[in-house]
C-alpha cells in the first residue's frame, strides 16, 4: 500500500493539496489530473435541468459579493418537478457548497416518512469553457431517507449565466438577481463490486463481497532530502461519501504476526476488525488513481456475521499520485511535510 508496505497503494486527492514546511510556510500543490467524472463504481441515476435558476449578488463597498443562488429542477425527460436546487456560502470560509433537495417517490415517501430528502456536495473539480462551466461535486451530507440517500456525486453540466454584473454598475448594499441554466446529473454509489480486472478477479474466485465501506481520510508525507516518506495514513469509514461514519481505517505501528498492518475496524454493535497485507499487484483504473489491489485478511477479531472475512478490495480510487515536487537545497525543505485527503471504496469478501 503506502511506501512502507507497497508504494503503489496510496490513495491521495491531490485536488487541492497544501504543502506545510515545519517553517510555517504554505505552498500549493497542482491538481495531478483533472477530474470530471466520477469513478468507477458510481452509477447515473437522475438527470434534472434548473428552471428559474437565479444566483444572488450584494454590492459591499464598491464589489459585488456573492450571496447564493437557487434554482427549481426539473426532470430532463418528463420536465416534472423533482425538487430545489441551492448554492450556499460560508459564512466564514466563503466556500461555495451546492444543496440539492428532491421529491421521494410514494414508496420512499411510506417508508421514510418524509416528502423530500436532501443532499449536500462539495465541489472537487470544475471545468470552464468559453461559453459554459461544469462542475463535479462530492456528497458530504445527507438529510432524510430516500431518493437521496445513496448519492454520492452530483454533477453540474454546461452552466450558463450567472455572472456578476459590471463593477460600474454597483451601488452600496444594492441585491441584483442574474439568471442561469445548468443540468444535473445524480450518481449513486454501487450496491456490488464495479468490473474488475483478470489479475484481481482470478485471484477472487468464488469469493463473495458482502460489505463495502467509503473511506475519506488524509496521508502525511515528509521530505527526507533526498525523497518523501509516508508518516501516517488514516481515514473515517462511511457507508457512502456524507454518510455517518460508521469505522476507521489506519496502518498499524507494527504487524500483526502474519505481516498484517493494513486495519479496518468498524463500530457498530456488531462491529468488527481486520487486519490485512497486500495480495496482489495493483492495476491502474485510470489516470486519476493509482491502481485498485487485492488485500488477504491475516487476522480479525469480532463477530463475523457474513463472514469468515478472507479479502478487502480497493476500487473506486481518486488520486494516490505521489508528490512530484522536489524541493531544493537551497529551500532548505528537509522535514517538509505535506497533507493531502483521499478517497476511496472498500469492499469486503468472504469465502
Not at 460560508?90 to 420512499?108: C, L, M, Q, R, Y
Not at 463473495?208 to 481515514?235: D, H, L, M, N, P
Request: net charge neutral; charged share 10%.
Amino acid at each position: 500500500m503506502w511506501s512502507f508496505i507497497s508504494s503503489s497503494f496510496i490513495a491521495l486527492l491531490l485536488l487541492q493539496c497544501i504543502v506545510t514546511t515545519s517553517f510555517g510556510t504554505t505552498v500549493a500543490v497542482a491538481a495531478s489530473t483533472t477530474l470530471q467524472t466520477p469513478p468507477p463504481g458510481n452509477t447515473l441515476s437522475m438527470t434534472c435541468t434548473a428552471q428559474n435558476g437565479q444566483k444572488m449578488y450584494k454590492c459591499l463597498e464598491g464589489k459585488w459579493v456573492y450571496q447564493g443562488g437557487e434554482s427549481k429542477l426539473l426532470d430532463a425527460q418528463t420536465y416534472a418537478n423533482v425538487g430545489v436546487y441551492r448554492e450556499m456560502v460560508h459564512p466564514v470560509t466563503k466556500t461555495i457548497s451546492g444543496w440539492w433537495e428532491i421529491v421521494n417517490d410514494s414508496g420512499d415517501d411510506a417508508e421514510s416518512g418524509y416528502q423530500y430528502s436532501t443532499v449536500t456536495g462539495k465541489v472537487i473539480d470544475t471545468v470552464t469553457t468559453q461559453t459554459s462551466t461544469s462542475l463535479l461535486c462530492v456528497a458530504t451530507q445527507h438529510g432524510n431517507m430516500g431518493a437521496t440517500t445513496r448519492i454520492s456525486y452530483i454533477a453540474m453540466l454546461g452552466a450558463k449565466g450567472g455572472a456578476a454584473p459590471p463593477q460600474s454598475l454597483c451601488k452600496q448594499d444594492e441585491v441584483v438577481e442574474v439568471p442561469f441554466t445548468a443540468g444535473f446529473a445524480f450518481y449513486t454509489q454501487d450496491t456490488s463490486p464495479p468490473t474488475l480486472p483478470t489479475p484481481i478477479s482470478a485471484k477472487l474466485g468464488s469469493s463473495q463481497a458482502v460489505e463495502s465501506f467509503y473511506a475519506q481520510g488524509a496521508v502525511r508525507y515528509s521530505w527526507t532530502g533526498t525523497s518523501w516518506t509516508t508518516k501516517s495514513v488514516t481515514a473515517q469509514l462511511s457507508t457512502v461519501p456524507g454518510g455517518p461514519v460508521v469505522g476507521k481505517f489506519s496502518v498499524l505501528p507494527k504487524p500483526d504476526r502474519y505481516g498484517g498492518r493494513l486495519n479496518w475496524l468498524v463500530f457498530n454493535p456488531n462491529g468488527f476488525s481486520v487486519t490485512g497485507r497486500g495480495y496482489t499487484a495493483p492495476v491502474l483504473m485510470s489516470d486519476y488513481g493509482l491502481g485498485w489491489q487485492l488485500v488477504q485478511i491475516t487476522s480479525s477479531s469480532g463477530p463475523a456475521l457474513e463472514g469468515p472475512y478472507r479479502y478487502v478490495l480497493m476500487t473506486s480510487t481518486m488520486g494516490g499520485l505521489q508528490p512530484v515536487i522536489k524541493p531544493t537545497t537551497e529551500e532548505k525543505c528537509e522535514g517538509l511535510v505535506i497533507t493531502s485527503t483521499f478517497s476511496c471504496v472498500f469492499w469486503i469478501y468472504t469465502t
